[in-house]
């Protein structure tokens, strides 16, 4: 019976002993994830054609380069002929027609479509506990005058949003908001939608379109609101980049007057600097 005793004695022993050594080792885990980056944010502009895009050069085409270009055959090799010659694409900004009314008065006010400057953001994270980014705004935007003279435009012919944000440079109310053609779009996205990383999930990320004003290039910083197991209460940081300084974005648009402009696609190629403003580029460009 002694020897029984002892035997269960050191087997309590032990297990008591359990408790206090695994508190230890996770209050030392919270305290070494707390200490870790809670995310890192990489941002690359889109790479693959959009359904409808703009073009924008910084200077004029000759007339052999406008031979060449009316005389390749499908807007893939018109995208890549003048991405080769230092184009520069955006994307016709599709209309969010399930938006709320103020939305769509606001995008169609001009008579003009919108072009959007779209980029991917790509959050990562290393933490063992998640983190939730669950706002953003914009910082520090300065605009200058676009230094395009030309541009080459195919127009859209109807088509769905792609699933992302949009905003305008300075946002307007609300944004930045869902461009996905499901229930809420054009309602804030932050509402009830969050960027989760952390907890087993390495990464996460948006697609932004940032539409600037006509002729106008941007360039601004974001600020981001998230919150995690060591700072339920969330906080604002800036964003950065991989030389530690404040992020800077460049957003253009199309020029406000440029010296060449075409559009193509559904109709011939069409010359809308020698058209009249009630020609047929009007609003296309």
Avoid at 98 to 123: C, N
Avoid at 170 to 189: F, H, K, S
């Amino acid at each position: 019976m002694s020897s029984v005793l002892c035997v269960l004695g050191g087997a309590l022993v032990t297990y008591v002993m359990i408790e206090p050594s695994v508190t230890k080792e996770n209050e030392s885990n919270k305290a070494y994830d707390a200490s870790q980056t809670p995310f890192t944010v990489s941002v690359e502009p889109e790479r693959s054609e959009p359904r409808e895009w703009a073009m924008v050069l910084d200077r004029t085409l000759t007339d052999d380069e406008v031979g060449k270009m009316k005389s390749l055959e499908g807007s893939s090799a018109v995208f890549s002929y003048l991405k080769s010659l230092g184009g520069r694409p955006l994307a016709y900004a599709p209309l969010l027609e399930h938006a709320p009314k103020r939305y769509i008065e606001e995008q169609t006010s001009s008579g003009r479509l919108e072009f959007s400057d779209t980029f991917k953001m790509t959050v990562m994270s290393t933490r063992q506990y998640a983190v939730t980014i669950n706002d953003w705004k914009v910082t520090d935007l300065k605009c200058r005058e676009s230094t395009a003279q030309t541009v080459v435009g195919l127009p859209p012919q109807g088509g769905v949003a792609y699933e992302g944000i949009r905003l305008h440079l300075p946002p307007r109310a609300d944004e930045p908001v869902l461009t996905d053609d499901t229930e809420g779009q054009g309602e804030p996205y932050f509402d009830n939608r969050f960027v989760e990383v952390g907890n087993g999930q390495s990464s996460g990320g948006l697609r932004a379109e940032v539409i600037a004003p006509r002729g106008q290039t941007c360039e601004w910083g974001v600020q981001v609101h998230y919150n995690d197991t060591h700072r339920p209460e969330g906080r604002w940081v800036q964003l950065k980049d991989d030389k530690g300084e404040p992020l800077r974005i460049r957003t253009e648009s199309v020029p406000a007057n440029p010296r060449q402009s075409w559009i193509f696609g559904s109709m011939p190629w069409t010359p809308c600097h020698d058209t009249s403003e009630e020609g047929p580029c009007y609003g296309l460009l």
